[in-house]
């Protein structure tokens, strides 16, 4: 009798595995404070030092930040907030002065931010302190 060796095929297969979103965004380096000259020009940039991250991939790492309109109201109509993508997964928070500021009215704000990646979210909170301008 004599032993025959199986006969075998190879296949080489590709498979994908997705991404599951179970990675919520993170921020880094908090707290995040500032201060802003009460003379500021609208428009102008006057904090980007948000490092924010998310360990999924592709477009469940992709980060949107907003204002908590419920939590400061005020502060999210005179601050603006949004988050430029510095590499995969990586994203810098930047706060943009969208209305005049008056010392008198609001020496300070608290900003309260939402980073999301369209199912999970994080939540950060930002002191801004306005310095008064004597004209």
Known sequence: MGIEEPSTVS???I?????????PPVFHKRPYAFKVLENTRVGS?????IPISDKDIGENAQITLTCSKDESPVSCETFYVSAEKVGDGK?????SLAAPLDYEMYSSYALTIVASDGENSA????AVQVVDIQV
């Open 11 to 13: 296949l080489r297969r």
């Open 91 to 95: 994203y810098v928070g930047i706060v």
């Open 45 to 49: 940039t006057v904090f980007s030092d």
């Open 15 to 23: 498979i994908q595995v997705r991404d599951e979103n179970d990675n």
């Open 123 to 126: 939540t950060a909170l930002i």
